[in-house]
């Protein structure tokens, strides 16, 4: 359930719902002040998500059969990869890569500065004047 921080809001802003939307906030505390659900406020709006026990006290309170669930919690019949495995057709590994694989040639393996063609080469030396930054203004 989401909701949007405006106390004088007329209706709350989901279409099924017919009330203002200081009763949904309301509403919610409670059932926060329970342990029933979860809040998170981000950029004006409250984010409230169902505990386990608020489940049940809903159960409970609806009087709803225990087989009635959050869509979030009820399972699906589709693999959780497709074709059965993770990764699809890429080898195993980071960057595609496992571990003895691949590059070989001592990529990024050295210190700083020792990679051959530079610019400048060993005597580059970079110095700022200044000290202040500020584009010299």
Excluded: C
């Amino acid at each position: 359930m989401v909701a949007k921080k405006d106390y004088k809001k007329g209706n709350h802003d989901d279409p099924e719902l017919d009330v203002p939307n200081l009763q949904v906030i309301k509403l919610m505390q409670s059932l926060k002040s329970r342990g029933f659900v979860n809040e998170r406020f981000n950029w004006n709006w409250y984010y409230y998500y169902l505990t386990n026990e608020g489940i049940d006290y809903l159960q409970k309170f609806l009087n709803l059969p225990s087989d009635v669930v959050p869509a979030t919690l009820k399972k699906t019949n589709r693999p959780a990869f497709p074709g059965g495995r993770a990764g699809g057709d890429r080898p195993a590994g980071r960057g595609g890569f496992s571990r003895g694989e691949g590059r070989d040639d001592g990529y990024r393996r050295g210190g700083y500065g020792d990679k051959a063609g530079a610019p400048g080469g060993d005597s580059y030396r970079p110095s700022y004047a200044g000290g202040r930054g500020g584009g010299g203004f």
